[in-house]
């Protein structure tokens, strides 16, 4: 599936009753099986640009469409969020399984999906845990198990590892990238983390400072496998720094003047 966003604005009220445009004029295509990352400063309209690809927001201007659809019916979109927001009463399956009862999946297809998500997520054995007894990358497993789960046409995923410490993180990365491989899912990916928006992405797009507007597309040329590795890294470090250098001022400016609260 391709999600194509057209001519896209978002305004919203400040407190003081003032339309502020939080996105402005953006174009924007997440082909099949593409994984796109959205970066820019604190309060550019990261957010505000999945939320509407999700449809959680609708823009104010322009519109958001779907193609390649198989049949005539909504897509189906999974959600990660940084605080992945797990039921504390429900075990990591009940978790995995809550989207599939609302679907209404009757208990067998729900078991079997159950097993082969956690599986795939790396979660097998933990599927009667609790979340509280469960580290903070396994909590965003199960997060991720629970949004493929409903098998969707489209992943978002705002950042999802931004509260986990360095090093989870930087597995969390290479776990991701290893199941996205086994899906494919056309994906929208918002981070601040620069190395991680090269590390995943298929494309990365460079959002300005408030009113967000597209500064730039970047295709990360590199093999997905090993693409942080030695062989690779001064064409990696290149990437990294051509998007620092396109935020850089933005970030500073936001910095100062304390955007994004
Ligand atoms: N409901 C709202 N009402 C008013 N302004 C809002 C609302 N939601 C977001 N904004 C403003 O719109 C802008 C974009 O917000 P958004 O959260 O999408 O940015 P972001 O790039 O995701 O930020 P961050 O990187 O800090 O998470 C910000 O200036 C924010 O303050």
């Not at 550019?44 to 519109?63: E, H």
């Not at 979660?123 to 493929?148: D, K, N, T, W």
């Amino acid at each position: 599936m391709k999600v194509v966003v057209d001519h896209v604005y978002k305004y919203y009220e400040d407190r003081h009753g003032q339309q502020v445009v939080a996105l402005e004029d953006i174009g924007l295509t997440i082909d099949e099986e593409e994984f796109v990352v959205l970066v820019g400063p604190s309060g550019c309209g990261k957010s505000t640009l999945l939320n509407m690809v999700g449809g959680l927001l609708s823009p104010s201007a322009g519109r958001i469409c779907v193609e390649g659809l198989a049949e005539d019916r909504d897509p189906s979109i999974g959600i990660v969020f940084q605080d992945v927001g797990l039921f504390p009463w429900r075990t990591v399956a009940g978790n995995i399984a809550f989207g599939l009862e609302e679907a209404g999946l009757d208990e067998a297809e729900r078991a079997e999906r159950v097993q082969y998500y956690s599986a795939l997520v790396g979660l097998s054995g933990f599927e009667r845990a609790y979340p509280h007894q469960l580290s903070g990358g396994m909590r965003q497993r199960v997060g991720i198990a629970r949004a493929l789960a409903i098998r969707p046409d489209l992943l978002l995923m705002d950042e999802p590892f931004s509260a986990l410490d360095a090093q989870t993180r930087t597995l969390m990365q290479e776990e991701l990238l290893r199941i996205w491989c086994a899906t494919r899912l056309s994906t929208l990916y918002v981070t601040h983390n620069i190395q991680e928006a090269v590390y995943l992405a298929d494309r990365v797009v460079v959002l300005s400072r408030r009113p967000g507007r597209i500064v730039s597309v970047i295709a990360i040329d590199l093999p997905r496998q090993g693409r942080d590795g030695e062989q690779h890294l001064a064409r990696f470090n290149a990437y990294a720094e051509q998007i620092w250098g396109l935020i850089r001022k933005d970030a500073q400016e936001a910095l100062i003047e304390g955007d994004g609260g």
